[in-house]
C-alpha cells in the first residue's frame, strides 16, 4: 500500500479526449465512467471523448467531466494500492478530493459540480462579470490595489492565489478592467482578461452561493479518511461538517492554493500526485517547490508508470 498526497485539478483542465482511454476494459475507472451518464441523465462522456470542445468548455459539463476523469484515475489508482495521504483540489477539484477522500459519493459529487456549473453560469448572465489573470506581483500588492480600485470602480477581489507570483482577481468588468491598468503601473508583470462566463469567487456569485448551499443541506458530507485542506480555510480537516461549510463558503471566497500546496510541500513528501486531466498544477508547484516532484496521472500510460514512480521518490 503506497499512501501519498494527492491533488485534483479545476476548471480549464478539460480537454476532448479526456478520460476515453481509460474506458474500455473492467477495471475501476471503466465502471465507473460507464455509471456517469446514467446518474447525470445526461450524455457527458461523448462529450469528454468526442466534444465538440466549445460544448465540453461550458462550465455546466466542464466541471463534471473534470470530476468524472479525477474520480476515475483516484478509483484505478485504489485498486492498485495507491491511496491519499492528504488530499486538496483547485476550486472545484476540491469536490474531486472531497471524492477521494470518502467524504463524498462519486454520484453526489457528479450531481454537486453539474449544479455548481450551472449556478455559476446563469450567476454570469444575471450579474455579469470577468476575472483576469495577473504575474509578476504578490498577494499583497495584487489585494491592496483591488481594495483600492473597488472604491473607485465597484467591486474587483484577489479570487485565485495560485503562487506567489500568478494571480486571478475578480468582479465586475468595469472594475477588472481598471484593476488590470493600475496592477500593471504598480509594476504587474502581465494583468489580462481572462475568457470566463462570470466573475467567479467573488461577491458577484452570493445568489448562486445562496441556492448552491439549499443543494447542499440535502447531500451527505462524511468525514474524511484523510485530512482534506479546504479551499477557504487552507487548513486540513477530515471532519464532514467542517469541509461541508467550507465548500458553502467556497464559489465567494478566495483560492488559497498558494497556502495549500505550501502547507502540502512542508510535511516533506517526496511525491505528490496530480490526479485528472492535464497538468496545470503540477507546472505550478514545481517552480515553487522544487524539491517535491509533481507526478500528473491522468491517462492509462501515467497509471502503468505511477508505481515505478513512487518506487523511485
Same mark, same amino acid.
Given at each position: 500500500?503506497?499512501?501519498?498526497?494527492?491533488?485534483?485539478?479545476?476548471?480549464?483542465?478539460?480537454?476532448?479526449?479526456?478520460?476515453?482511454?481509460?474506458?474500455?476494459?473492467?477495471?475501476?475507472?471503466?465502471?465507473?465512467?460507464?455509471?456517469?451518464?446514467?446518474?447525470?441523465?445526461?450524455?457527458?462522456?461523448?462529450?469528454?471523448?468526442?466534444?465538440?470542445?466549445?460544448?465540453?468548455?461550458?462550465?455546466?459539463?466542464?466541471?463534471?467531466?473534470?470530476?468524472?476523469?479525477?474520480?476515475?484515475?483516484?478509483?484505478?489508482?485504489?485498486?492498485?494500492?495507491?491511496?491519499?495521504?492528504?488530499?486538496?483540489?483547485?476550486?472545484? =477539484? %476540491?469536490?474531486? !478530493?472531497?471524492? #477521494? &477522500?470518502?467524504?463524498?459519493?462519486?454520484?453526489? $459529487?457528479? +450531481?454537486?459540480?453539474?449544479?455548481?456549473?450551472?449556478?455559476?453560469?446563469?450567476?454570469?448572465?444575471?450579474?455579469?462579470?470577468?476575472?483576469?489573470?495577473?504575474?509578476?506581483?504578490?498577494?499583497?500588492?495584487?489585494?491592496?490595489?483591488?481594495?483600492?480600485?473597488?472604491?473607485?470602480?465597484?467591486?474587483?477581489?484577489?479570487?485565485?492565489?495560485?503562487?506567489?507570483?500568478?494571480?486571478?482577481?475578480? =468582479? %465586475?468588468?468595469? !472594475?477588472?478592467? #481598471? &484593476?488590470?491598468?493600475?496592477?500593471?503601473?504598480? $509594476?504587474? +508583470?502581465?494583468?489580462?482578461?481572462?475568457?470566463?462566463?462570470?466573475?467567479?469567487?467573488?461577491?458577484?456569485?452570493?445568489?448562486?452561493?445562496?441556492?448552491?448551499?439549499?443543494?447542499?443541506?440535502?447531500?451527505?458530507?462524511n468525514d474524511a479518511s484523510c485530512p482534506l485542506i479546504g479551499n477557504v480555510s487552507a487548513s486540513p480537516s477530515v471532519a464532514g461538517a467542517d469541509l461541508l461549510e467550507g465548500v458553502r463558503a467556497q464559489l465567494i471566497s478566495s483560492v488559497r492554493w498558494h497556502e495549500i500546496i505550501g502547507a502540502i510541500a512542508a510535511d516533506g513528501p517526496q511525491v505528490v500526485l496530480e490526479v485528472g486531466p492535464g497538468r496545470v498544477l503540477s507546472n505550478m508547484a514545481k517552480r515553487e517547490f522544487p524539491d517535491v516532484q509533481f507526478v500528473p496521472v491522468g491517462t492509462r500510460e501515467d497509471l502503468?508508470?505511477?508505481?515505478?514512480?513512487?518506487?523511485?521518490?
Amino acid at each position: 500500500m503506497h499512501r501519498v498526497p494527492m491533488i485534483f485539478p479545476g476548471q480549464a483542465s478539460q480537454a476532448v479526449g479526456m478520460a476515453a482511454d481509460l474506458a474500455s476494459g473492467d477495471g475501476a475507472a471503466a465502471r465507473f465512467l460507464a455509471e456517469v451518464n446514467g446518474v447525470l441523465d445526461h450524455d457527458l462522456t461523448s462529450l469528454m471523448f468526442d466534444g465538440p470542445p466549445e460544448t465540453l468548455t461550458e462550465t455546466w459539463n466542464a466541471q463534471p467531466a473534470i470530476l468524472a476523469h479525477s474520480v476515475a484515475v483516484a478509483l484505478e489508482l485504489k485498486d492498485m494500492g495507491v491511496e491519499p495521504s492528504i488530499v486538496a483540489g483547485h476550486s472545484l =477539484g %476540491e469536490f474531486s !478530493a472531497a471524492v #477521494a &477522500a470518502g467524504v463524498l459519493s462519486p454520484a453526489d $459529487g457528479l +450531481r454537486l459540480v453539474r449544479t455548481r456549473g450551472e449556478l455559476m453560469f446563469a450567476a454570469g448572465e444575471e450579474r455579469p462579470g470577468t476575472m483576469a489573470a495577473v504575474m509578476g506581483l504578490d498577494g499583497a500588492a495584487v489585494a491592496e490595489v483591488c481594495e483600492r480600485i473597488s472604491a473607485e470602480h465597484g467591486v474587483v477581489v484577489l479570487a485565485n492565489h495560485n503562487s506567489s507570483n500568478q494571480i486571478a482577481i475578480s =468582479g %465586475e468588468v468595469a !472594475a477588472v478592467e #481598471a &484593476a488590470c491598468a493600475a496592477l500593471k503601473e504598480a $509594476g504587474a +508583470r502581465r494583468a489580462m482578461l481572462l475568457n470566463v462566463s462570470g466573475a467567479f469567487h467573488s461577491p458577484l456569485l452570493d445568489g448562486a452561493a445562496a441556492k448552491f448551499s439549499d443543494h447542499l443541506d440535502g447531500v451527505d458530507f462524511n468525514d474524511a479518511s484523510c485530512p482534506l485542506i479546504g479551499n477557504v480555510s487552507a487548513s486540513p480537516s477530515v471532519a464532514g461538517a467542517d469541509l461541508l461549510e467550507g465548500v458553502r463558503a467556497q464559489l465567494i471566497s478566495s483560492v488559497r492554493w498558494h497556502e495549500i500546496i505550501g502547507a502540502i510541500a512542508a510535511d516533506g513528501p517526496q511525491v505528490v500526485l496530480e490526479v485528472g486531466p492535464g497538468r496545470v498544477l503540477s507546472n505550478m508547484a514545481k517552480r515553487e517547490f522544487p524539491d517535491v516532484q509533481f507526478v500528473p496521472v491522468g491517462t492509462r500510460e501515467d497509471l502503468d508508470n505511477v508505481l515505478d514512480k513512487l518506487a523511485q521518490g
